[in-house]
């Protein structure tokens, strides 16, 4: 039981990471539309977008490690892991969500990217718009993790 809770301690330091550059990750570029021209403010935005992407990719890297530990664990040790998802339909929820949640952060990484090229961005009320939609979204993921629903 000490395994899979030092598991599960783990994935959710990791996701909590993750969610931390998923949520940042779009206030940047608010603040990138926002410098307007000013050359210098704009290149270290960037840059700290550049890198909280990067950073993003690696915490999500290691949630997704030990959440398919979590998940599917048990089918190799059996004796450690507990199967937590047996019969269960939340996570295919749950995990559908965490896609869509992965879509936003690339989709972001993207623009920083493209931005980073000199493409144009959204108008920042846009951004900060779509800002809100990664609270929603883990908010589901929450709800589905405690009630475990179906």
């Not at 993750?18 to 307007?36: D, K, S, T």
């Not at 030990?66 to 199967?83: H, I, K, M, Y």
């Not at 879509?103 to 959204?122: E, S, T």
Request: a positive charge.
């Amino acid at each position: 039981m000490m395994t899979y809770l030092w598991i599960k301690s783990l994935h959710v330091l990791f996701v909590m990471a993750w969610m931390a550059a998923v949520f940042y990750l779009p206030r940047i570029l608010v603040n990138v539309v926002e410098a307007g021209d000013e050359p210098t403010v704009r290149a270290r935005l960037l840059l700290m977008g550049r890198r909280l992407y990067r950073f993003g990719h690696i915490m999500f890297g290691l949630a997704f490690i030990f959440g398919l530990t979590l998940w599917q664990g048990w089918r190799l040790f059996p004796s450690a892991l507990p199967n937590v998802v047996a019969g269960m339909h939340w996570i295919d929820a749950k995990l559908t969500l965490v896609a869509v949640l992965l879509g936003y952060f690339i989709w972001a990484g993207r623009l920083v990217k493209r931005c980073d090229k000199g493409g144009a961005l959204p108008s920042a009320k846009a951004l900060r718009w779509l800002n809100e939609l990664p609270v929603l979204l883990l908010l589901g993921v929450i709800y589905l993790v405690l009630a475990r629903p179906f």
